[in-house]
DNA sequence: GTATGTTTCAAACAACCGTTTGACTGAATC
DNA sequence: GATTCAGTCAAACGGTTGTTTGAAACATAC
């Protein structure tokens, strides 16, 4: 493809990126050093602030070579379910799987980062680290816009407020899952699931987030007991 | 109490947990120095080595002191309803609300963590680090046995392998609420919901996960499918 | 008052952190 | 062939990390 033929290492930019991911990924931001990355991809410690300038914007590369493909790629999912269905509203199950598709089909193409990919995307929001605080907003914004509205055109019936905390848990729920966060395996020695398989994972999450984005709402009454004790 | 008059000030220890809890909750584990807790609990900074030992065993024992009564407390809870049923099965709305009381409990009374207690709660299963690894799955084998059995014992339609995944959705869902992870905070800009008041939130979390638990099980036939692709 | 054991304190420890420097390499440009 | 410039490299930078030290300060017991 170069000219140089046969495969020719890596791009160092590259290798820096895919070691960086897989070390965040398994340590998170503040225990993941630069000497860690620089040593498992191979380059000279120096190599990450050339290439990128700081560990801060190496992290913030790390997250968009990820993330602008499954935005993409999950919004264009569902504006072919919005297209067919010419202005009649989406069934929840439908939304959900388009953007569960989305997402699997990331995971199982390793050039857009595979497996690992799945697990980054569940740190996003889970590491409070400022520099993600304000540049994942802008990378989101429209993703969840699409699929909030979606969902709510599906469920006219449900209260906006009570529909944006289920969409809370729901997105909860998937990321965790994806994260191989097993919180089963985290509490019992030996639990049978195995959280790394993502469609084995999406082939029970889709109908319980979809269960518990469809209930009836709760009653109007029971909101102002929120104030006691 | 103490015979010496007035309030006087706390324990150096209990202050180094108390300054300890509230960073780690904010910052994470690696991103919280010694110096920003001893400074912050107003103790030398050899304080923290002399009275713990280090910092992997400080932190150990921040998680344990608030994680005994909340295991207590929500296995009783249990206890109490089913001495009750007399052997009959719950309901999965009186388990959640069983395990959620015990959590607003703690949740409502600052000697016991207050509000930052279901944060650190989220946090343990969230932060990777060996020394939770370990030192959880003994805190929470009791409470996560109990209350996943009673949840068999109340859906004996549900297999155990679908079951034990929902369970590690629903948990997922009420950890990362808890949390104060208001994923939609980190998504869009200006979120309606609040995610610092526990009782709010379990107004809305519960029904939620009760829809997700007790949804129909999947279908025999869609288990194979997972291997495609 | 002296002795004993516990707790606090300022100071220093080696190790590691992210980043910078300046010399060196190799290929492209004129 | 000299020049240019992106890229690599070993070495060092100042600063922070968790931990240790040995001397003070303290309360308690004899």
């Given at each position: ?147 909030a509205?979606?969902t709510a055109?599906?469920l006219p019936h449900i209260d906006p407020v009570e529909l944006q905390w289920r969409l809370n848990f729901a997105f909860s729920a998937?990321?965790n ?6 919180i089963?395996?985290?509490f ?20 319980f987030v979809?269960a518990g984005l469809t209930a009836p709402a709760i009653a109007a009454g029971t909101s102002p007991d929120v104030n006691r004790a």
């Amino acid at each position: 493809m170069n000219g140089m033929g046969e495969v020719r290492q890596i791009d160092t930019a590259t290798r820096i990126l895919d070691a960086a991911e897989a070390l965040f990924v398994e340590h998170g931001f503040e225990a993941t050093s630069m000497r860690m990355i620089t040593q498992r991809a191979e380059v000279n410690l120096a190599a990450v602030n050339y290439h990128f300038g700081s560990k801060d914007a190496l992290f913030q590369g790390v997250f968009t070579r990820r993330l602008t493909p499954l935005t993409q790629l999950a919004v264009q999912s569902l504006d072919k379910l919005e297209t067919a269905a010419k202005g009649e509203p989406l069934s929840v199950d439908a939304i959900m799987h388009a953007f569960m598709d989305a997402a699997l089909d990331i995971a199982h193409d390793p050039k857009r980062g595979g497996v690992i990919f799945v697990r980054l995307l569940s740190r996003t929001f889970i590491e409070a680290h400022p520099v993600l605080r304000e540049s994942l907003p802008r990378h989101y914004e429209e993703l969840v816009g699409r699929y909030a509205s979606a969902t709510a055109k599906a469920l006219p019936h449900i209260d906006p407020v009570e529909l944006q905390w289920r969409l809370n848990f729901a997105f909860s729920a998937i990321f965790n899952a994806f994260a191989g966060n097993n919180i089963l395996r985290l509490f019992v020695s030996d639990p049978v699931v195995n959280a790394r398989a993502p469609r084995l994972i999406a082939t029970y999450l889709v109908p319980f987030v979809v269960a518990g984005l469809t209930a009836p709402a709760i009653a109007a009454g029971t909101s102002p007991d929120v104030n006691r004790a």
